[in-house]
């Protein structure tokens, strides 16, 4: 085993990862990232390849269990009602997510005082401000600032990617219901940017850009931090965080390409492994002194998953609109019903963001009310979808319950022999009322708009990209794994940057805020740097 040694150690290098070590690297700190995927190879990407949608079912789908490439671990899944949608690589998720980039309303931040429910979290939304305006700069956001759901904030670097036909009507039905409405905000290059070039709407986004257009941080922070001196390993599987003699973190160690375990000391220590994979890491580090998991003498470790749940509505027009094509992020969306209002039978809200409905496969095997078509009435079927229809996705704000969790499972091991994780994840009831609302809301959208026909899924099972909040933020460390700079209650140098500090999910998409947090973090180690390399508060 070899050992080497580093000022700050990141574990993971998609999105929180990146940030901090591009922020910190900025500084001049020495940083070492392990990351247990490999460097993503953009010609690989499928979305320029004639099997496009067999790619994207297979070796490029989301869900690592169908995946089962040599870089994912296995993650059980038969005890949740919602699947894990995650990426290891370098870039992580961002490689596949739909780049809808969208800040927390400030009333997220304070669902405790403004309903009665979950709890707040120690930070505001003037304290990820500043930080939510560098990275829309960084990230090279497309987009039109002034929408009245949220406060002012400066206007984004891009002008929008088109709304496209389906987007005008509904729109309009928006205007004539007197519903909210806002072209979408992607971090998708509208206009060539930095090293980026423009989208060309081909709505293949969630298998990697081939174009180069969506910010994923393998080509919008990593090149920098490279040449900034951060030192990335690749293929490096962390399985263990080890303490000193006086409670801190020391090292990591990992397994290498061929198997072989290393170290790496650091006097600071960054999780940025997914809300899945750190809980996983922490509780797989457990030792004497934590023999619950490591920093976990709260018992939060794991606890209070939200997995962000998700209705689909496809709405079905006479006229050709060419709706295979455009970005897969998001045309326009809607902040409507985003907030609890007296008059509805549950809290808190929903997000619905407008895309277009993707290719003749999809249209083929996408689940809906009638039975699986066959010949005649399976040419009917894509016929009228192809070209023809618009979906909205309708995200539910997912409130934290302590029987959401994730809990070591030693009864099944990865690859390398260490015990597997498993999700426990049942959806609420509140939830189920508001997706219920929100499907019947958005039908009346599309029939507004012109559609002679719709298609719902209240829940769709295969969708849990926003795996968020197993190491929750806090103040009072009985309640909470970390303080509000994202700093280990229980162990001084360790800090967890990416989604699992969420205190509560809000209803819009994660990325722009788990950005914002990781940035606000690294920010604060710099100022408060000693001469020894150890940062603190």
Known sequence: MSTTTTEVLIIGAGLSGAVAALELSRAGIAITCLEQGEWPDPGAYPGDKTDFELQAMGPWHANPNIRQAPADYPILDDSSEIKPMLYNAVGGSTILYSAHWMRFQPGDFCVRSLDGVADDWPISYRDLAPYYDLNDQEFGVSG?????????HPEYPLPPLPIQTWGEKVAKAHHRLGWHWWPGSNAIASQPYRNRRPCVQRSTCRAGCNEGAKASVDRSHWPEALANGVKLVTGARVFRILLNDKGQASAA????????????????????????????????????????????????????????????????????????QGHWGQSIYSMEFSETRAEHDFVRGAKWNLGPSGGPLGAALYPMDEARSWGNALHHRVNRWLGRSAVWGITAEDLPDPHNRLVVDRDHVDADGD??????????????RMLDFMTSRAIESFQEAGAYDTSARRLVTDNGWHALGTCRMGSDPQTSVVDPWMRSHDVENLYIIDGSVFVTSSSVNPAATIAALARRCANQLIKTRYDTGVASQ
């Open 419 to 432: 015990p597997t994780i498993r999700i426990h994840y049942q959806v609420s009831e509140n939830s189920r």
């Open 144 to 152: 039109i600032a002034g929408d009245p759901a949220y406060p002012d």
């Open 253 to 324: 160690l990992y397994r290498d390409a061929e198997g072989n375990t290393q170290r790496v000391d650091a006097n600071l220590v960054l999780l940025a492994c997914h809300a899945i994979g750190s809980a996983r890491l922490l509780l797989n580090s457990a030792n004497s002194q934590f023999p619950d998991g490591l920093a976990n003498r709260s018992g939060q470790v794991g606890r209070n998953l939200m997995m962000h749940p998700l209705s689909r509505i496809v709405g079905f027009f006479d006229e050709p609109m060419m709706s295979w």
